[in-house]
Structures are given as C-alpha cells and as structure tokens.
C-alpha cells in the first residue's frame, strides 16, 4: 500500500497561516477516515483534526477556530487550513488514513512557527 503523501509546510511568522495538503492513493478514498497529527520535539504525537467519509470533523481543544480540516474526495486529497499560527504549533505533522482497523501513515511535513 501507498503510503500518504504531505505538502505545504514550512517557516511562518507568528500569526501567519500555512495550508497542508495530504495526498492519499486508493479507489476507497472517500471511505477513509483521514486525520491530522503533529508530534513536536520531546512530546508524543497528538490528534490534531479528522474527517470521516461523512465529512464529519473533530479538532483539538488547542487549534479549535484556527485551523479547519477539509477533503476533497475527486482529488483524494484532505487539507489542514492552518491560521493564527504561534509558535505552539511548531512540529513535524503527519496526514494518515484510516479504513476499519489499518491506518497508513505518511512521512511528515515540518511546519515551524518563528520571527
């Protein structure tokens, strides 16, 4: 299997806003649970938003109202708007696809948040 495929980090400013994008391969995409996590230096990887197939979404508590999780099953592709960015949110993320009880992770994308 295909693992997800991330893009869109980098370097911001405080209060800046980035996009990330995550491709997933497969015919069942729309299927998929699709989620996004991050995981910074010295911490565990934490849940940071998710959609399922029905486009229902849940969020941490920290990026509710800043940050909006999207998919677009034509493309097989989930977006994570990320706005008001601090430095907080400085980590690599990670996209993963869920179906049943198999998740598919991709390999990061590093988002850092500086002056």
């Known amino acids: 299997q295909v693992q997800p495929v991330e893009s869109g980090g980098g370097l911001v400013q405080p209060g800046g806003s980035l996009r990330l994008s995550c491709a997933a391969s497969?015919?069942?995409?729309?299927?998929?649970?699709m989620g996004w996590y991050r995981q910074a230096p010295g911490q565990e990887r934490e849940l940071v938003a998710s959609?399922?197939?029905?486009?229902?979404?849940d969020y941490a508590e920290s990026v509710k109202g800043r940050f909006s999780i999207s998919r677009d099953n034509a493309k097989n592709t989930v977006y994570l708007q990320m706005n008001s960015l601090n430095v907080e949110d400085t980590a690599v993320y990670y996209c993963?696809?869920?179906?049943?009880?198999?998740?598919?992770w991709g390999q990061g994308t590093q988002v850092t948040v500086s002056s």
């Open positions: 959609i399922t197939s029905g486009g229902n979404t």
């Open positions: 497969g015919s069942m995409f729309s299927l998929y649970v």
């Open positions: 993963s696809r869920t179906l049943g009880k198999y998740t598919l």
